[in-house]
């Protein structure tokens, strides 16, 4: 069994043949240079590009993987959702285009799990298992128990993890994306900025990161000669404090011995570093992916979508990209 993989619900095109067996090839282009200069996604100009480039990057794919003739594959799979609606529409129109044209079938996937499936590219997921989705859009904590079977547990109440990345990296005038900027800056830095940790004592899982950004700028606002080192270390030491707390408590009310930890954020190295090895300590299996699929990739896309066709289900013709469907709604309409 051969997918394609079309995934275009934010500033990364990408493109993946997969097959049962592991990928056959798969190809990206990122937005991220052309937004940079406008601090941030801009939707319109984000749908535009992919419209621009998926053409140019199935005939890449196809070429580069020697794959060749497009009619050996048997569904065509594809992000519905969640992400910025125009490019949803744009991706959602080529994916129908080329099933159509080929007379294959659609299947849908949720962008979110997606990420939660890019740790399973070439093995088997053992149910069940905690997952923590750390990216520009979600810091949502999940128990999965199934294809499918999503439970949500807790989420953020204002910001993103990613997205306060982002912000802060641009106080510190660093640019977009800000989250990588942020990392490398990290490591030449220490702790010498006193931060909140909000909601570390909450009573329930959910996190909250616009406070922290606000600390952060009043730091700034403070005191300027404060070493930018300095304040993205202590930034990031706060959320990965924050973060593993959560899970910690995740991991003690549901007794379930295994986190995945997934998203844009996990490409994070403080991040891989501290979660594998605290976790590790309380007998948790930490599974993370590798770098190049922690951000956005279509072969997270095939994978599960794979998962879902081999259950049988394919996606009427009519079916439409929504901008925020949440994963435990999609997961039991799509099982
Ligand atoms: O999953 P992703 O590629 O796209 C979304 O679905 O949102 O995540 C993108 C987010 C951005 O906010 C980016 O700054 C962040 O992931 N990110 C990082 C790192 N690499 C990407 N954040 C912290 N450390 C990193 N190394
Ligand atoms: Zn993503």
Redesign the pocket.
């Known amino acids: 069994m051969i997918t394609l993989a079309v995934e275009t619900?934010?500033?990364?095109t990408a493109l993946c043949l997969y097959s049962e067996e592991g990928v056959i090839g798969d190809v990206l282009l990122s937005q991220a240079r052309l937004h940079s200069q406008f601090g941030g996604v801009v939707p319109e100009l984000s749908a535009r590009e992919h419209t621009k480039n998926l053409l140019p990057l199935l005939k890449e794919l196809t070429s580069t993987s020697g794959f060749g003739d497009l009619s050996r594959i048997d569904f065509v799979s594809f992000t519905l959702t969640p992400?910025l609606i125009l490019s949803l529409v744009v991706g959602v129109a080529f994916a129908k285009a080329v099933a159509y044209s080929l007379k294959k079938s659609l299947v849908p996937v949720h962008?979110?799990e997606g990420?939660i499936y890019s740790c399973f590219i070439d093995r088997d997921a053992e149910y069940p298992f905690l997952s923590l989705v750390?990216?520009?859009?979600?810091t949502d904590l999940y128990l999965v128990e199934g294809f499918g079977r999503y439970t949500f547990l807790g989420g953020t109440l204002d910001d993103?993890?990613?997205?306060s990345?982002?912000k802060v990296?641009t106080m510190l005038g660093l640019g977009?994306?800000?989250?990588?900027k942020?990392?490398?800056l990290a490591r030449q830095g220490r702790e010498s900025v006193r931060l909140p940790r909000p909601l570390l004592r909450s009573d329930d899982l959910n996190f909250s990161f616009s406070g922290l950004k606000t600390a952060v700028r009043n730091a700034l606002l403070k005191n300027p000669d404060l070493k930018k080192e300095d304040v993205a270390y202590s930034f990031?030491k706060a959320v990965m404090d924050v973060l593993l707390a959560k899970v910690k408590e995740a991991v003690r009310r549901t007794g379930v011995k295994r986190l995945s930890v997934?998203?844009?954020?996990?490409?994070?190295?403080?991040?891989r570093e501290l979660f594998t090895k605290e976790l590790t300590e309380e007998g948790v299996k930490v599974i993370i992916p590798p770098l190049r699929l922690?951000?956005?990739n279509a072969v997270m896309i095939a994978r599960a979508g794979m998962l879902r066709f081999k259950r049988g289900v394919v996606a009427p013709p009519d079916i439409n990209p929504q901008p925020n469907q949440p994963l435990e709604e999609f997961g039991r309409l799509w099982s």
Do not use: K, W
């Not at 750390?134 to 979600?138: A, D, F, I, L, Y």
């Not at 993103?160 to 997205?163: L, M, N, P």
């Open positions: 619900s934010c500033d990364e992400g962008h979110l990420h750390v990216s520009g859009g979600h993103a993890v990613g997205e990345f982002d990296a977009y994306p800000g989250g990588p942020i990392d490398r990031q997934v998203g844009g954020v996990s490409a994070n190295s403080m991040l922690s951000t956005d």
